[in-house]
T-cell receptor, first 118, second 114 residues
């Protein structure tokens, strides 16, 4: 089974509208972390937002917020007031505990290609 | 404050050759992870280095090896290159005590195997 599922391969959104990018995850661990990254065509992965499994409040960073629904294993990214510069690939990722102690490497979804139209 | 840097930016190699990619972590970071991103896919975790040792490893063959130096910089080596090794190789760094919620990526090295 996929650990991270992003069901929207591509999205077209009008500038200034809000956008929700879907992400569901699968883990049996109680302690885990969820990340969203933006990847422009240049290739660099830009960190957007983080949510810990024990965090009671939804994470927010400027125009980005994470709609965390633990029981549904859902961690959707919401971008308010979208801008042309938001056009990029967006990846949801999860970090789980490593059996030898510490945190394992990130597991990424396949991504959503977001295009903001003027 | 310099972020994560990687070299070279692009590289073209022939099947069977060996390649070395380099990464310098963000200032203050001591943990380096490497990821492979094939075209149209999300990155896949290769391995993570801390205190000059490989700590965790993803599902990659032994042809993929690495090294971390005392200054925390790291190298990724790939032997006996295959066409399927063509990808964007990303390095990410964090500090050990923040590794759960912090992972900053470099610009990547694009490797083409012909």
């Amino acid at each position: 089974a996929q650990k991270i599922t992003q069901t929207q391969p591509g999205m077209f959104v009008q500038e200034k509208e809000a956008v929700t990018l879907d992400c569901t995850y699968d883990t049996s661990d109680q302690s885990y972390g969820l990340f969203w990254y933006k990847q422009p065509s240049s290739g660099e992965m830009i960190f957007l937002i983080y949510q810990g499994s024990y965090d009671e409040q939804n994470a927010t960073e400027g125009r980005y917020s994470l709609n965390f629904q633990k029981a549904r294993k859902s961690a959707n990214l919401v971008i308010s007031a979208s801008q042309l510069g938001d056009s990029a690939m967006y990846f949801c990722a999860m970090r789980e505990p490593y059996s030898g102690g510490g945190a394992d490497g990130l597991t990424f979804g396949k991504g959503t290609h977001l295009i903001i139209q003027p | 404050d310099a972020g994560v840097t990687q070299s070279p930016t692009h590289l073209i190699k022939t099947r069977g050759q060996q390649v070395t990619l380099r990464c310098s972590p963000k200032s203050g970071h001591d943990t380096v992870s490497w990821y492979q991103q094939a075209l149209g896919q999300g990155p896949q975790f290769i391995f993570q280095y801390y205190e000059e040792e490989e700590r965790q490893r993803g599902n990659f063959p032994d042809r993929f090896s690495g090294h971390q130096f005392p200054n925390y910089s790291s190298e990724l080596n790939v032997n006996a290159l295959l066409l399927g090794d063509s990808a964007l190789y990303l390095c990410a760094s964090s500090s050990r005590d923040r590794v759960w919620y912090e992972q900053y990526f470099g610009p990547g090295t694009r490797l083409t195997v012909t």
